[in-house]
């Protein structure tokens, strides 16, 4: 177990001349010799699929450490979001269930049949689903964020970037630790702990766990009894009902997750790492963090009692207790909800030979999530509710070969197959509608029903050549192959007739898809001296085109076919050039990287508020460009003194968009053109400006201190702070969802005893209080009639939290 390191400034650094005792010079060798040294220590990467030191891989690439993860709670992805420039994860309530953007290039939320652009992995493992937002994230090692395209190491669907998490794995002596924190405006109960060490020579073993409870939330439900009266068209009948208030703070969030990790190395050349891990998570409403951030006239177009602005408040009843006694998946009670319930297994095998590793990487996992929702975000009469059940489940393996010759040259290569299977099932109740007459009795007060599913197969090769064309310069090089097919349907089985034929009934739209693309990559590095290198390089990504499971088969408000479901692969194409450097003997880190990609067919979903429907697209161009500078100092003379800071510069926009008009635009207002591809979908060329969540200039700042007292007592305090630009929160440029520049702060104070067997942490998030808004819809069925434009409801950030932790630690 580490210990904390007491802290001591260099009488030489203070000038000054004492003589001591020989027993008072005893005693400050021994503290000393657990003393901080100051200088920073070496962080290795896997940014490669391999092993190697942060500064001299030719990637630009940011790690967040155990020490800061645990000092800043990092806990989630949209906490990783908190300390990193140019990344942003926005949670929403349905379709893919996120967005997450990186240098202005993102998926958007609308769609569960759309990946992300910014892959997650986990122990090597791809994520790339949204809900991945949802997997209890803890115990983690590091963090790795990579930035721009990354095909060739972590296959398709990393066009934007990678983020890269390690979980900690066995230790070679006993360990274990036990956490106990209380989040003060959720009322949140934590409680989080590890046991680990060896079992025999050769297994090793780890368990963790982690159980959260709140009692309340962080945002204020002022919901208020609504009447649902619901219309029967086959009695041409009025069946009166209402819409019960709920005056719970949301999300109320209960979780369980768990992790075993097993070490196995029978022999000096193979090693083996069983992981098991699982996650049980449910939250009071699912779109808990949607608020209505800008209306007409400040208030909701729905409910004239939603104040709109920023505030951490929503407006969600629960469902009448006409649709919580029959629609599928509903709770009895009419609570709104959302069920998220998730394996995964995996096994890494790594044989070392004479020359080479052969690495092995075998995954299955298993997700679920269920829930009920309010559809339209506010209370209302006769308001919109829907169930959703959907299930993912993938296998995977990756076999990897390297070299480790003597010589120049070496090599990786290797190949990806990867097996996938979703299903889509939704309840949709609205306008009041109901029909006794309907084929069953769950679909009395449904509306529209869905049901959908893809099956994914993928098989992909790739390798890389390193060349040492000399002692100090490195040309790398290879590439990927992705040949992948979807097969896919989607299909209405039930709408209601009060719908007049708007929504296709039984007819089943199909999607048989094949794709296959090549991703090269070239990078030529230069080790000028020990400490600096410099490295330029050429990057191509692609990611998966796909179908549109959660979309809507409407007669004619789309293009009114199949091809409403599908959409074509995103492709990145561009340059990087970066220099990494460490400076005063091990005290600095100055890296500097500036880039230019051009993104073609970027994928984006659009919901047309008016009318309930989704549309699918493919942008014709898109480009970023800009620069990244980070510093980190760690002083000699300040021994446990730590600060960085980071200061970026991101152009994103569109270069050729025919983009749907938002809600309420006129052809004064830009709304002139047609959608391509679309049944006359009004459109607007918006080429030239902003993608979505592209602040044009973004930094961070951070301090870290880590003291000592004295007899085994330490002490410490962080702080950390992130700026972002003005930025737009839509993908089409809706001047209305426009929002300013923004400071947050983030901070941790602890006092530590007994050489750290105890710590007491006191660590708060957001100081400043910011609603920072990560991706946005229209309002359902907004503007109201005289509107100009419809409710802004912004995917938004945790409030201002403050955690109290215990901690105990044993070995």
Not at 311 to 340: C, E, W
Not at 347 to 357: I, P, Q, S
Not at 407 to 426: A, C, H, K, P, W
Not at 546 to 561: R, V
């Amino acid at each position: 177990m580490s210990k904390l390191k007491p802290l001591y400034l260099s009488l030489a650094a203070l000038g000054s001349a004492v003589v001591f005792s020989p027993l008072a010079s005893d005693a400050l060798a021994q503290e000393s010799a657990s003393a901080p040294a100051g200088g920073l220590e070496e962080v290795m990467v896997t940014a490669r699929k391999r092993e190697e030191s942060m500064q001299d891989s030719p990637v630009t690439v940011n790690a967040i450490s155990q020490d800061r993860i645990e000092k800043f709670d990092v806990t989630s992805l949209e906490k990783i979001a908190a300390l990193t420039p140019q990344f942003f994860v926005g949670r929403s309530s349905n379709g893919s269930g996120a967005q997450m953007t990186m240098r202005g290039i993102g998926s958007s939320s609308t769609s569960i049949g759309i990946e992300q652009s910014v892959a997650v992995i986990v122990d090597g493992v791809y994520y790339g689903q949204g809900r991945v937002l949802n997997e209890g994230m803890f115990d983690m090692a590091q963090i790795e964020l990579l930035k721009g395209p990354q095909s060739l190491f972590f296959g398709k669907n990393a066009t934007a970037g990678v983020v890269s998490l390690t979980t900690r794995k066995p230790t070679s002596e006993f360990e274990a630790e036990g956490k106990v924190g209380y989040e003060f405006e959720s009322e949140q109960m934590r409680y989080e702990g590890f046991v680990s060490g060896p079992l025999t020579d050769t297994v090793g073993a780890r368990f963790a766990a982690r159980y959260t409870d709140q009692d309340g939330g962080w945002f204020e439900n002022k919901s208020k009894q609504q009447p649902y009266n619901a219309y029967d068209v086959a009695t041409d009948t009025v069946i009166p009902d209402i819409s019960p208030a709920d005056n719970r703070d949301a999300p109320g969030e209960e979780e369980v997750v768990a992790r075993l990790t097993l070490d196995w190395d029978p022999t000096d050349a193979l090693a083996l790492t069983f992981t098991g891990s699982t996650t049980d998570a449910e939250v009071r409403q699912s779109s808990w963090n949607y608020v209505a951030f800008n209306c007409p006239g400040g208030v909701g177009g729905l409910n004239p009692d939603l104040k709109c602005g920023d505030h951490f408040v929503i407006t969600q009843n629960r469902m009448p207790s006409l649709l919580a006694d029959t629609l599928p998946h509903a709770k009895s009670n009419g609570d709104l909800y959302n069920k998220y319930e998730s394996y995964s297994l995996t096994l890494n095998a790594e044989y070392e030979m004479d020359k080479f590793t052969l690495t092995s990487i075998t995954n299955y996992q298993d997700n679920s999530n269920t829930f009920g929702l309010s559809g339209d975000f506010q209370s209302i009469p006769t308001a919109t509710f829907a169930t959703e059940e959907n299930a993912w489940n993938a296998f995977s393996e990756e076999l990897r070969l390297s070299s480790q010759f003597d010589g120049s040259l070496n090599f990786m290569i290797g190949v990806l197959y990867q097996e996938t299977e979703r299903t889509f099932d939704q309840w949709v109740s609205t306008a009041g509608l109901a029909n006794s007459a309907a084929p069953d009795p769950s679909l009395v007060y449904v509306a529209s029903q869905k049901k959908s599913f893809t099956d994914g197969e993928t098989l992909s090769p790739f390798f890389e050549i390193n060349w040492e064309l000399t002692d100090t310069l490195t040309l790398s090089g290879g590439a990927r192959y992705t040949d992948e097919s979807k097969d896919s349907e989607f299909v209405h089985p039930y709408n209601n007739p009060g719908l007049g034929g708007i929504w296709r009934t039984n007819e089943v739209a199909k999607g048989d898809q094949n794709f296959d693309e090549w991703s090269p990559e070239a990078t030529l590095s230069w080790q000028a001296t020990d400490d600096i290198m410099a490295y330029v390089a050429y990057k191509t990504a692609y990611k998966s085109g796909g179908f549109s499971n959660s979309g809507i088969y409407s007669a004619d408000f789309m293009g009114g076919s199949e091809s409403d479901f599908t959409f074509d692969p995103e492709t990145a194409e561009g340059f990087e050039v970066g220099v990494k450097s460490t400076l005063f003997d091990n005290q600095m880190r100055l890296n500097f990287a500036a880039y230019s990609y051009e993104y073609d067919d970027l994928q984006v979903d659009f919901f047309n508020s008016p009318t309930f429907a989704f549309i699918t697209l493919n942008a014709g161009k898109a480009k970023t460009e800009g620069f990244e500078f980070d510093a980190e100092y760690a002083p000699f003379s300040w021994g446990g003194l730590t600060l960085r800071g980071s200061l970026a510069y991101n152009k994103a926009e569109y270069e050729d968009f025919i983009a749907p008009c938002w809600a309420g635009q006129t052809a004064a207002l830009g709304c002139n053109s047609v959608v391509p591809g679309t049944n006359g979908t009004p459109g607007q060329d918006i080429s030239g400006e902003s993608t979505a969540m592209a602040p044009e200039w973004s930094a961070s700042f951070g301090l870290n201190y880590d003291g000592y007292f004295g007899d085994g007592w330490g002490y410490g305090f962080a702080f950390d702070g992130l700026y972002s630009d003005d930025y737009n929160a839509s993908a089409f440029a809706n001047p209305h969802a426009s929002r300013d520049a923004y400071t947050t702060l983030n901070a941790n104070v602890y006092l530590s005893g007994d050489d750290g067997f105890w710590q007491v942490d006191l660590m708060a998030k957001n100081l400043t209080d910011e609603l920072v808004v990560s991706g946005v819809v229209d309002g359902p069925s907004t503007p109201a009639p005289g509107g100009a434009y419809a409710d802004q409801m912004g995917f938004t950030s945790l409030p201002r939290t403050v955690v109290l932790q215990f901690t105990l630690r044993f070995d």
